[in-house]
């Protein structure tokens, strides 16, 4: 099983078979004398299959024409035994090089990191019970994380580690518990790291602040035992009494103390960093120095500037910060960069509609916009309000548009952002085309209904009214005669 090889035996001798040539290995059901053993094989002219590696596929198409191949292969023993731990060591086989050629594709652009040198002449900077986000392993990953001299370790319960470099990390975020369960740090990386068998570009590291606040009688009694159901039920009614009375004082007193244990640590990162020309700066106002030397500044999210939307499967907040849009307590996480926004397009926007998409355009339009949807419409105006503070480009129309198509177009036109075509004919110059769609759209339906208005319909009224005329003179005559003829 070392070699990946599997040895089968054709007319007394043993040949070797590389365990990616087996499409699949098969034990059909053994009859009354027999065990069977049933081995399938790719070959030439077969449907490709997702589970065939790629060198594999290369080997057949190059030998395909000029070779024979055996397609299959069916053995039959009375020891069904030996049949048996024969078909589960070939699954096994199958299995661990299937891991093999994942891990080494997931590791194929993985960029080589330096390696964490530590801090060994003063204090470690450390913080405890930390829970990181993706997962090492398991349901849920804690542990310790620890600042160095070039970098950050983060070290499981299981003994795993995670290093991150200084000079890797892109942007840095931190965002107190205000109206949330959890107090985090986290870390856009410039080059994705190998977390367990996965690699990744968000790294975060969190502690959950609501268990500290619920539980507050830890007895436990049996709810089967009649002579204690009434003590438990004023028990339940008196829990829930303090928990409505206390929890708020409870959330805040944690969330101040965890909030100054991670500023605190945040704090010692950047004289950590400082001490070995690595720049690190925890701030919360927009002004941004550019030096020479790698740089890391904490962020803190805007929840005042925050707005509800879907980027990917649930309802969440979305919040700006100095240089990004993003999403932290929610995976996967939502992190858009904004001097990388082109520019920001809302769909369906109209006064019949409680809610939008916003479609966020990219500087590189090889990759398709990220949409946000079901934006609250109450919200429209503050989002306006800030794209315009941060200088981006919006335009607003009510059909939703085929953005691969249009990205096509975009990319298509050498003159996109120029107010003439290659003709010399006037047109939209960049984005305004998406405003000018629908202002056109709607001039089109102003002109249709002026079109059915014609002056034949102010003859026919003419008319009508006359004829009400000519009535109402007929009947008071007819009322005129009778009272003639009663006097």
């Known amino acids: 099983m070392q070699g990946q090889v599997l040895f089968a035996p054709i007319n007394g001798s043993q040949v070797p078979f590389h365990i990616s040539m087996i499409k699949n290995a098969v034990q059909p059901d053994p009859d009354r004398t027999a065990t069977y053993l049933r081995l399938n094989f790719f070959t030439p002219g077969q449907t490709a299959s997702k589970d065939i590696a ?29 049949l048996t731990a024969a078909h589960r060591m070939i699954q096994e086989l199958r299995k ?3 891991q093999h050629a994942a891990k080494a594709a997931e590791e194929a652009d993985l960029i080589p990191q330096e390696k964490l040198v530590k801090m060994r002449d003063q204090r470690i900077p450390r913080m405890a ?12 990953t804690t542990g310790t994380l620890e600042a160095h001299t070039n970098g950050l370790r983060f070290t499981s319960k299981k003994h795993e580690i995670v290093d991150i470099m200084y000079g890797n990390i892109k942007h840095s975020l931190f965002q107190p518990c205000e109206n949330e ?34 539980a507050l009688d830890s007895a436990r009694r049996s709810m089967y035992d009649p002579d204690e159901l009434d003590e438990e039920q004023r028990e339940r009614q008196l829990r829930k009494k303090l928990n409505e009375m206390y929890l708020i004082e409870f959330h805040f007193l944690v969330d101040s103390c965890f909030r100054r244990r991670f500023k605190e640590f945040c704090k010692k990162m950047e004289r950590v960093a400082k001490h070995h020309r690595f720049h690190l700066e925890y701030h919360e106002s927009t002004k941004i120095s550019s030096q020479n030397i790698s740089q890391i500044r904490f962020d803190i999210p805007y929840r005042d500037l925050g707005f509800h939307g879907v980027p990917n499967r649930e309802m969440v907040l979305i919040q700006p910060t100095v240089r990004c849009l993003v999403n932290l307590t929610e995976t996967p996480f939502f992190l858009v960069e904004l001097d990388r926004v082109e520019h920001i397009h809302f769909e369906r926007c109209t006064f019949r509609s409680k809610n939008f998409d916003m479609i966020i355009i990219l500087q590189n339009f090889d990759v398709l916009p990220l949409s946000i949807n079901a934006v609250p419409m109450n ?14 480009t919006y335009t607003a129309g009510q059909a939703s548009m085929s953005w691969k198509s249009v990205m096509n177009l975009v990319k298509g036109d050498p003159r996109f952002y120029e107010e003439t075509d290659e003709h010399g004919e006037s047109k939209p110059a960049g984005w305004q085309f998406l405003q000018a769609d629908d202002n056109h759209d709607g001039n089109e339906e102003e002109d249709d209904g002026d079109e059915d208005y014609s002056a034949g319909d102010d003859d026919d009224e003419d008319e009508d009214e006359e ?11 007819v009322n005129g005669d009778d009272d003639e003829v009663g006097v």
Request: aromatic residues 8%; negative net charge.
């Open 129 to 140: 019970d930390l829970t990181m986000r993706p997962f090492i392993s398991g349901k849920k």
């Open 379 to 392: 919200e429209l105006d503050a989002i306006q309000e800030w794209l315009t503070d941060c200088s981006i």
């Open 467 to 477: 004829d009400e005329d000519e009535e109402e003179d007929d009947e008071e005559d």
């Open 181 to 214: 369960v959890m107090v985090l740090i986290h870390f856009y990386l410039k080059n994705p790291v190998l977390v367990g068998r996965k690699k990744s570009q968000n790294v975060q590291f969190l502690t959950e602040v609501v268990d500290a606040s619920v």
């Open 54 to 82: 790629p060198a594999t596929s290369k080997l057949i198409e190059q030998h395909g024409h000029n070779s024979m191949f055996i397609k299959e292969m069916l053995y039959r023993s009375r020891e069904s035994q030996r």
């Open 96 to 98: 661990r090089f299937r």
